[in-house]
C-alpha cells in the first residue's frame, strides 16, 4: 500500500534531483505510455490447463464478495472475472469488451480485481499471473499508483510479461518522483546492481535514505547491504562495517527480518561489533522463523556445530530440512550427509542420494557425492 511521505529535508530534495538525472539503457520499448494493443488475445498467451478455471472464479468471487460491500459494484467486479475467463477460455469475448468493462471502473477497483487474481495463483496454479498482468497495467494507464508499482516489478523480473528492466526503470523513476517509497527502493536496487540503468552506487544510497526516510524497513537493509560489502566510497573499512551495523539495527528496530540475518551475520564474523555468537543465534532465530532462506540455513548449522547454542543434531537436522524443501542447495547437501551418517536421524543411504541429486543441479560437489554413492551402491550389489 502506498504511504503517506513525510516531509524531505533540504538535502534529501536536492538528492532527489540529482538521483533523477539518469540515463536509460538504449533499446528501451516505451510501451506503457501507449494504449494500443494494451489487451491482445489472452488465450495467446494463457494455457487454461496449467490453472484451474473453476478454482480461479471460486477464490476471486469470495475476495471480492470480503472486500466490496456494495452489490451492484460486486457484479461489475464479477463481470470482469467472467470476461476475462471467456476471453481465454472460448474467445467469446472481445478485448474491445474487456476495454469497455474496465474504462467504465475505478483503477483502485481493476487494480484489486488483479490482485484478487495474482493472490488466487497459490490455489489455482501460478499460470494466472498471465490474466492478472494486464489488468495491473490497464489500472496504471488509468493513474493508478500501486499498479504501476506492480507492473513495474513485473517487468523488472519478467514475471507475466516480457521481461523490460529499462522500462521498468522508468516507471519506477516517475513514482519515485511522486515520493512512492517502495518505488525509491526498487529503483535503489537497479542502480546497485546496473539492471535497466548504468549502475551507480551513489545515486543507489540516496535513493534507499530516501526510501528508509519514508519508513521502508528493507531500505535499511539495503543501505547496510552496500555498506558491509564495501562499495560505498570509505577510507577506513572498519567505519563502513560500523555504519552496516547501524543500519541493521535500524532495520530490526522496524521488523524487518533480513536485517535480523545481516546482524547475525556481523555478530558471528565480528563486523562492526565484537564477535558475539549468542546474540547472532537470537538473531538467526527471528529470521529463520520470518523464512529469510539463508537464515534458515545458518540456524541450522549453528545447532550443528554448537555455536551460540547446545550442539543439537535432530533440531539441526529439522532446520536443513525446512532449507533444502525451499531449494536451497547448502542445506541439501548437509541434510543428505546426515542421513548418509546417521546424524540426528536414522541413517538412510536412499534418502541421501536424493538429497544430493536434488541439490546438484547447482552444486558440483552434491554430483560427486551422488556419483560415489551411486558406486557404493553397485559394489554392494556385485557383493
Same mark, same amino acid.
Given at each position: 500500500?502506498?504511504?503517506?511521505?513525510?516531509?524531505?529535508?533540504?538535502?534529501?530534495?536536492?538528492?532527489?534531483?540529482?538521483?533523477?538525472?539518469?540515463?536509460?539503457?538504449?533499446?528501451?520499448?516505451?510501451?506503457?505510455?501507449?494504449?494500443?494493443?494494451?489487451?491482445?488475445?489472452?488465450?495467446?498467451?494463457?494455457?487454461?490447463?496449467?490453472?484451474?478455471?473453476?478454482?480461479?472464479?471460486?477464490?476471486?468471487?469470495?475476495?471480492?464478495?470480503?472486500?466490496?460491500?456494495?452489490?451492484?459494484?460486486?457484479?461489475?467486479?464479477?463481470?470482469?472475472?467472467?470476461?476475462?475467463?471467456?476471453?481465454?477460455?472460448?474467445?467469446?469475448?472481445?478485448?474491445?469488451?474487456?476495454?469497455?468493462?474496465?474504462?467504465?471502473?475505478?483503477?483502485?477497483?481493476?487494480?484489486?480485481?488483479?490482485?484478487?487474481?495474482?493472490?488466487?495463483?497459490?490455489?489455482?496454479?501460478?499460470?494466472?499471473?498471465?490474466?492478472?498482468?494486464?489488468?495491473?497495467?490497464?489500472?496504471?494507464?488509468?493513474?493508478?499508483?500501486?499498479?504501476?508499482?506492480?507492473?513495474?516489478?513485473?517487468?523488472?523480473?519478467?514475471?507475466?510479461?516480457?521481461?523490460?528492466?529499462?522500462?521498468?526503470?522508468?516507471?519506477?523513476?516517475?513514482?519515485?518522483?511522486?515520493?512512492?517509497?517502495?518505488?525509491?527502493?526498487?529503483?535503489?536496487?537497479?542502480?546497485?546492481?546496473?539492471?535497466?540503468?548504468?549502475?551507480?552506487?551513489?545515486?543507489?544510497?540516496?535513493?534507499?535514505?530516501?526510501?528508509?526516510?519514508?519508513?521502508?524497513?528493507?531500505?535499511?537493509?539495503?543501505?547496510?547491504?552496500?555498506?558491509?560489502?564495501?562499495?560505498?566510497?570509505?577510507?577506513?573499512?572498519?567505519?563502513?562495517?560500523?555504519?552496516?551495523?547501524?543500519?541493521?539495527?535500524?532495520?530490526?528496530?522496524?521488523?524487518? &527480518?533480513?536485517?535480523?540475518?545481516? +546482524? *547475525?551475520?556481523? @555478530?558471528?564474523? !565480528? /563486523? $562492526? %561489533?565484537?564477535? =558475539?555468537?549468542?546474540? #547472532?543465534?537470537?538473531?538467526?532465530?527471528?529470521?529463520?522463523?520470518?523464512?529469510? &532462506?539463508?537464515?534458515?540455513?545458518? +540456524? *541450522?548449522?549453528? @545447532?550443528?556445530? !554448537? /555455536? $551460540? %547454542?547446545?550442539? =543439537?543434531?535432530?533440531? #539441526?537436522?529439522?532446520?536443513?530440512?525446512?532449507?533444502?524443501?525451499?531449494g536451497f542447495a547448502p542445506a541439501q547437501v548437509n541434510l543428505g550427509?546426515? @542421513?548418509?551418517? !546417521?546424524? $540426528? %536421524?536414522?541413517? =538412510?543411504?536412499?534418502? #541421501?542420494?536424493?538429497?544430493?541429486?536434488?541439490?546438484?543441479?547447482?552444486?558440483?560437489?552434491?554430483?560427486?557425492?551422488?556419483?560415489?554413492?551411486?558406486?557404493?551402491?553397485?559394489?554392494?550389489?556385485?557383493?
Open positions: 500500500m502506498l504511504m503517506i511521505c513525510r516531509r524531505f529535508t533540504s538535502v534529501l530534495k536536492q538528492a532527489v534531483n540529482e538521483v533523477f538525472d539518469i540515463r536509460l539503457n538504449q533499446g528501451s520499448q516505451v510501451r506503457f505510455s501507449n494504449v494500443v494493443g494494451v489487451v491482445r488475445r489472452l488465450s495467446l498467451g494463457v494455457d487454461t490447463s496449467k490453472f484451474d478455471v473453476v478454482k480461479l472464479k471460486e477464490q476471486v468471487c469470495h475476495a471480492i464478495g470480503q472486500r466490496v460491500n456494495s452489490p451492484a459494484e460486486q457484479q461489475k467486479q464479477r463481470k470482469l472475472m467472467d470476461m476475462l475467463l471467456s476471453n481465454v477460455v472460448s474467445g467469446d469475448v472481445a478485448d474491445t469488451e474487456i476495454m469497455q468493462v474496465v474504462n467504465d471502473m475505478d483503477s483502485q477497483r481493476v487494480s484489486e480485481v488483479a490482485g484478487d487474481i495474482f493472490n488466487a495463483g497459490n490455489i489455482a496454479g501460478p499460470d494466472v499471473l498471465y490474466l492478472a498482468v494486464p489488468l495491473f497495467r490497464l489500472a496504471a494507464l488509468r493513474g493508478n499508483v500501486n499498479a504501476k508499482y506492480t507492473y513495474a516489478q513485473f517487468l523488472r523480473t519478467g514475471q507475466g510479461v516480457q521481461s523490460d528492466p529499462p522500462e521498468a526503470a522508468r516507471l519506477f523513476t516517475e513514482l519515485a518522483k511522486q515520493g512512492h517509497p517502495y518505488a525509491q527502493l526498487a529503483l535503489g536496487s537497479m542502480f546497485s546492481s546496473g539492471l535497466g540503468v548504468e549502475q551507480d552506487v551513489d545515486k543507489a544510497v540516496k535513493l534507499y535514505q530516501l526510501s528508509a526516510q519514508n519508513g521502508v524497513a528493507q531500505a535499511h537493509h539495503a543501505l547496510g547491504q552496500l555498506y558491509l560489502n564495501g562499495r560505498v566510497e570509505n577510507d577506513n573499512s572498519d567505519d563502513s562495517q560500523g555504519q552496516a551495523v547501524r543500519c541493521f539495527q535500524r532495520g530490526v528496530e522496524l521488523g524487518d &527480518p533480513h536485517s535480523h540475518a545481516s +546482524l *547475525a551475520h556481523c @555478530y558471528t564474523h !565480528g /563486523k $562492526g %561489533v565484537e564477535k =558475539d555468537e549468542k546474540r #547472532a543465534f537470537i538473531h538467526l532465530q527471528t529470521a529463520a522463523k520470518a523464512k529469510v &532462506p539463508i537464515a534458515v540455513y545458518n +540456524l *541450522a548449522c549453528a @545447532y550443528f556445530s !554448537g /555455536k $551460540g %547454542v547446545d550442539l =543439537d543434531f535432530p533440531t #539441526a537436522a529439522e532446520w536443513f530440512q525446512e532449507a533444502a524443501d525451499v550427509n546426515m @542421513y548418509y551418517h !546417521g546424524l $540426528g %536421524v536414522d541413517k =538412510d543411504k536412499e534418502k #541421501a542420494k536424493q538429497l544430493y541429486l536434488q541439490a546438484s543441479v547447482t552444486d558440483q560437489n552434491a554430483l560427486a557425492l551422488y556419483e560415489k554413492l551411486e558406486m557404493e551402491n553397485e559394489e554392494t550389489t556385485r557383493d
